[in-house]
Each structure stands twice: as structure tokens, then as C-alpha cells.
């Protein structure tokens, strides 16, 4: 079954108002939840029930500060890992990983439900990671390869209530174009969000500019909107500075607590919380540069007080 949407209808990209998103799931629920989260994957807590309830609570964090600001709230699935290769390497079939996606959906929908009752507008995505390691590009896949690799994916979400795939910690073009296109078959609005390095620019060296161009131009500008994520402001304060279009097809930012490099953080053994009220601020500083700008949270380091320092910053500036 195939749900037909459209990226337009998505209600973050209409009007002026604001959306909540969570922060580092991953993170957040292994050092402060004392979670074990092999191959960095969250999703198979959804098969044991104590483990779902702490999904659940997670996201209960964020719901509060969407209630807190009136803001919308988007439900990212905890789904990063979530497709074939990596679940591979967690014992997973394909049929068991499309039962996984579904289940992820399914909580996402009691959290929406949660946000209703509030009279909150909430949106169902369902995330989408990158094949490989999510700072480093590796091999990169050609944009077919990478349309054929995640429709998997993508097509379990486009069989469910899911409003729109999101694709987070993209390091390439090449297989953020491979998604979009994915989506686009699949009739699932799809979101990019890329990382980059410390200078601004993705982990293959492309200026973020040009990537979002690129995708653009490569898919007809079927994707929904763009996104930054798991990199701190500072690393991509600069990369905002080129002028164009392309500015306002960015809609969300999901920062990075610590300012230390993808290398640093993945030899790091302690989490860098860095500092909430300063990430906060930062974010605001950036309102001028990104008036297209609805969905904000966190990544790597962050949990619910830094998400509710930026959203503060955000609507107090």
C-alpha cells in the first residue's frame, strides 16, 4: 500500500510556526539512561517492554517543551539504524526489520497521540540513516545504488501513517540523492539533513551550499526541505554566509552539544555536554541567516535542557 502526500502539506513548512524535535537519542539514553545501545542502535529497544516505556519517556521530555512554547512537535523514529546493513550485524532478517520500522512508527503514533490531546499539531517521521558510518563517508554508493539500497526502508515507512521520512547525518550527495529519489517513488515526502565537519563542510570536503544545490538539481527539487545536523553552530556559521537560494531550503537544525570534531568525539570515552544556555544563544544568532528555519533539537550530547535552551533562545530573540 502506498500513502500519496505531499511535501507541501507537511505543516512545518507553513506559516510562522515553531516545531520541537528531540535531541541525541543515542547518547542521551546511554549515558544518562545507562542503556546498551550495540552498533549505536536504538531501535531493537522497541521489542522489550521496559525498554519501550524508556523510549517513550524520551520523547515525553521533548512533548514538554513543545506544551511549554505551543510549538508543534515532530516524532523522529528511532530508526538511525535501522535498515539493512546495519541490522544485519544485530542478527536481524529483513522481515524482522520491517516489523522493527512498523513498531517504531507505532510508538511514534501514541506520542502523537499525546500531543494531540494537548492540542498540539505533531508529525510522524520516520528517520533515516546513512548506510555506512554517519562521519564517514566511505565507500560512497552511485545515487542508484543508494534509491535501490534504501527503499527498503523508505517503503515500510510509506506503508505506514508515517508523514515523511528523514534522513539525518547525510555525509554525501550522492546518497541523499538516492533518497530523495527513493521517497519520491515510494509517494513519501523526504527530508535531508547533512553533517559537516568543523570547517563547514560535508565529511567528502563539498561546501554545504553546493550539496543542497546539488540534490536540487538532481531530483527536481523533490525534497521537502534541509536540515544540518550533528555538527555544533560553530561549525557551520561560516558555511551560512554564501548567499542564494538555497538558504531557504533549510528548515531545521539538530546541533551537536560538544564543539569537538567528529575524530575527537568518536575517540572520546565521557560525553561532552558542553553548555546548554550557549548552544542556545548561538542557535539564536543564526535567526537573521535562516528565516526558514521551523524545526529545532539536538544531536549528539544534547537531551531535553539543551533542546529547551535553543527553543528559549530561538523564540525569546
Given at each position: 500500500m502506498t500513502i500519496a502526500r505531499s511535501g507541501q502539506s507537511l505543516p512545518q513548512l507553513g506559516g510562522s510556526g515553531l516545531f520541537v524535535t528531540d535531541g541525541g537519542l543515542e547518547t542521551d539514553l546511554i549515558f544518562h539512561d545507562g542503556l546498551e545501545l550495540p552498533c549505536f542502535a536504538a531501535f531493537p529497544l522497541l521489542e522489550n517492554p521496559e525498554t519501550r516505556a524508556d523510549l517513550r519517556r524520551y520523547y515525553d521530555r521533548y512533548l514538554a517543551i513543545a506544551r511549554e512554547h505551543g510549538a508543534g512537535f515532530v516524532v523522529e523514529t528511532p530508526t538511525w539504524r535501522a535498515n539493512p546493513d546495519w541490522a544485519s550485524r544485530l542478527g536481524y532478517s529483513l522481515e524482522r526489520l520491517d516489523a522493527a520500522n512498523r513498531a517504531a512508527v507505532s510508538l511514534a503514533e501514541e506520542v502523537r497521540a499525546a500531543a494531540a490531546a494537548y492540542g498540539l499539531t505533531a508529525v510522524v517521521s520516520g528517520c533515516v540513516g546513512?548506510?555506512?558510518?554517519?562521519?564517514?563517508?566511505?565507500?560512497?554508493?552511485?545515487?542508484?545504488?543508494?534509491?535501490?539500497?534504501?527503499?527498503?526502508?523508505?517503503?515500510?515507512?510509506?506503508?505506514?501513517?508515517?508523514?515523511?521520512?528523514?534522513?539525518?547525518?547525510?555525509?554525501?550527495?550522492?546518497?541523499?540523492?538516492?533518497?530523495?529519489?527513493?521517497?519520491?517513488?515510494?509517494?513519501?515526502?523526504?527530508?535531508?539533513?547533512?553533517?559537516?565537519?568543523?570547517?563547514?563542510?560535508?565529511?567528502?570536503?563539498?561546501?554545504?551550499?553546493?550539496?543542497?544545490?546539488?540534490?536540487?538539481?538532481?531530483?527536481?527539487?523533490?525534497?521537502?526541505?534541509?536540515?544540518?545536523?550533528?555538527?555544533?553552530?560553530?561549525?557551520?556559521?561560516?558555511?551560512?554566509?554564501?548567499?542564494?537560494?538555497?538558504?531557504?531550503?533549510?528548515?531545521?537544525?539538530?546541533?551537536?552539544?560538544?564543539?569537538?570534531?567528529?575524530?575527537?568525539?568518536?575517540?572520546?570515552?565521557?560525553?561532552?555536554?558542553?553548555?546548554?544556555?550557549?548552544?542556545?544563544?548561538?542557535?539564536?544568532?543564526?535567526?537573521?541567516?535562516?528565516?526558514?528555519?521551523?524545526?529545532?533539537?539536538?544531536?549528539?550530547?544534547?537531551?531535553?535542557?539543551?533542546?529547551?535552551?535553543?527553543?528559549?533562545?530561538?523564540?525569546?530573540?
Open positions: 546513512p548506510r555506512g558510518d554517519g562521519y564517514d563517508p566511505g565507500s560512497v554508493m552511485t545515487p542508484d545504488e543508494a534509491e535501490r539500497y534504501h527503499a527498503v526502508q523508505i517503503g515500510t515507512f510509506a506503508s505506514t501513517t508515517a508523514d515523511q521520512v528523514t534522513a539525518t547525518t547525510m555525509t554525501n550527495t550522492e546518497e541523499a540523492i538516492g533518497i530523495v529519489r527513493a521517497a519520491s517513488v515510494a509517494g513519501i515526502p523526504a527530508a535531508i539533513s547533512f553533517t559537516v565537519e568543523t570547517d563547514g563542510r560535508l565529511p567528502t570536503g563539498q561546501p554545504l551550499h553546493d550539496a543542497i544545490e546539488q540534490v536540487d538539481a538532481a531530483t527536481g527539487a523533490r525534497a521537502a526541505y534541509f536540515m544540518v545536523n550533528c555538527a555544533h553552530p560553530t561549525h557551520f556559521v561560516d558555511a551560512l554566509a554564501a548567499e542564494g537560494p538555497w538558504r531557504r531550503r533549510l528548515v531545521g537544525l539538530r546541533a551537536n552539544a560538544s564543539t569537538r570534531s567528529h575524530a575527537e568525539l568518536d575517540e572520546a570515552t565521557e560525553l561532552d555536554e558542553g553548555d546548554p544556555v550557549d548552544l542556545g544563544a548561538r542557535h539564536a544568532a543564526l535567526r537573521d541567516r535562516l528565516p526558514t528555519v521551523r524545526v529545532l533539537g539536538g544531536c549528539c550530547g544534547t537531551d531535553a535542557r539543551h533542546v529547551a535552551a535553543i527553543v528559549s533562545a530561538w523564540r525569546a530573540d
